[in-house]
């Protein structure tokens, strides 16, 4: 299965601060994701990564708060936009190889604002 | 909209004991039901199953899907502490984003010595 990369691994930001997470998979994947998992609670996907368009959003999630931007099939990014200590949470980037595959997942940034 | 519902939430059993976790299912269009187990950090891949009736192995784990009664469990025998976990069922569907999945809240599982 593919190596997932996330950095940073963790961060301590300023509310009303930007913070961009990048994810790097070892080889060409299909599809790339990016989850949030709020304190105590399971994953909840924010967003698919489109390589070469604009990302598809979940409901209560806005390009706005949330630029994800894929300009190749190895690599993501999802920006955390004028941050509050409600956006505090561990992001997720996983990766699917193909239609029927599982999808993996990176060891996921640590977010806490203050 | 996908939802998963597991059960029980947490669970503690000595080490040695077998355990049988659930997760029940409502998705729009289905394709998988995978589970991940969860320690630290990122939720490790256990199991992907597409199939009913069909078991899925590894080591002491095990798996089975039920389309027809919409439910998978994962059993785990001769539990060891390292098997100490959060396990996390999620679907894959179209109610879940175009291809992204949709998890439960997990079983969040203890293993005594």
């Known amino acids: 299965s593919a190596v997932i990369s996330q950095k940073p691994s963790r961060d301590i930001c300023q509310r009303g601060t930007s913070l961009t997470i990048q994810c790097q998979v070892d080889s060409q994947v299909t599809m790339m994701f990016w989850y949030r998992q709020q304190p105590g609670q399971s994953l909840t996907l924010i967003a698919t990564?489109?390589?070469?368009?604009?990302?598809?959003?979940e409901s209560g999630f806005v390009i706005d708060k949330f630029p994800i931007s894929r300009p190749n099939l190895t690599f993501s990014t999802l920006t955390v936009s004028n941050m509050s200590p409600e956006d505090s949470s561990i992001y997720l980037c996983?990766?699917?190889?193909?239609?029927?595959?599982?999808?993996?997942f990176g060891d996921g940034t640590r977010l806490s604002i203050l | 909209e996908d939802k998963v519902v597991q059960s029980p939430l947490s669970l503690v059993v000595h080490e040695g004991d077998t355990v049988t976790l659930n997760c029940s299912y409502e998705?729009?269009?289905?394709?998988?039901l995978l589970w991940y187990k969860q320690e630290k950090k990122a939720p490790t891949f256990l199991f992907m199953l597409?199939?009913?009736?069909i078991e899925k192995k590894s080591g002491r784990l095990s798996s089975i899907l039920d389309k027809k009664e919409l439910f998978s469990i994962l059993n785990i025998t001769a539990t060891q502490t390292g098997d100490s976990a959060i396990y996390l069922c999620?679907?894959?569907?179209?109610?879940?984003?175009?291809?992204?999945?949709?998890f439960g809240k997990g079983t969040h599982l203890i293993i005594q010595p």
């Open positions: 996983s990766a699917r190889q193909g239609t029927n595959q599982p999808q993996h």
């Open positions: 998705v729009t269009n289905f394709r998988s």
């Open positions: 999620a679907v894959d569907g179209s109610g879940g984003g175009a291809d992204g999945l949709t």
């Open positions: 990564a489109n390589q070469g368009s604009e990302a598809t959003y």
């Open positions: 597409t199939s009913s009736g």
